[in-house]
């Protein structure tokens, strides 16, 4: 998501999204079936992230996990084959309390999450410090405003998908969510060299804050006012009426 300059915490107002009822079709909420293809998408998309690295298994384990939270909020889109079967082509994941999600789910699965962790453990055992860093990110990524729960954790889709906006979509899906559940605000974090990801968050509308250093890594933490949004389905209709 290769610019050296931070990117600017002001952003053009965005224009209406608009939404392909056909795309909206396809998209759904995540299930439990869907974790192994959701993993293989966010292997193939983000391999060289910390979670990645850890394996295919580990991430299904992950996935199954969090289906299961209360607090885990995740959506697919899937489209069908020539031979009939759909497949899931691209997901969204996020959550209405990160830190309480995590929680929770490392210590009711940590056994199984650790010895699906073990076989990239050990093949980089460099992985190590930066695991031990995990629980520090709420504080670190946010420094400079309150806690924000509400947050766009992962995004990936099929290489054929790109220039569609498939990922607008599904993004807008989730933002929906999220402020119908009573979130004012959305977090999300990118890497601060993705120009892609920092272009796409800059469109919506989203506020770039301090940039900060987290698994060795230029991080840059964006927030979108939900509630002062036009993109948000249910704060537009709430002002049309």
Partial sequence: MTEEST???????PRPFVVDPSVMDKIRAMEHRDCPRVAELHHKAMGNSLWAQLGKRFL???YRGLVDSPYF????YEEREENGELLIQGFIAGSTDTDAMFQKLFRRRYGLLLLCAAPGILRRPQL???LLQTHRYSQV???SRDRIPGESLFCSFSPALRGKRISGHINKVLFDDLFARGHQFVKVTT?????????QLQSWGFEAQEPFSFYGKDMVCYILDLAASERVESNSRHRAV
Avoid: Y
């Fill in 73 to 76: 909020l995740a959506f697919v």
């Fill in 191 to 199: 890497e601060r060299d993705n120009e892609g990801a920092n272009r």
């Fill in 141 to 143: 990524s946010q420094n």
């Fill in 60 to 62: 299904i384990e992950l």
């Fill in 7 to 13: 990117p600017a915490s002001a952003t053009p107002k």
């Fill in 128 to 130: 190590i410090p930066r």
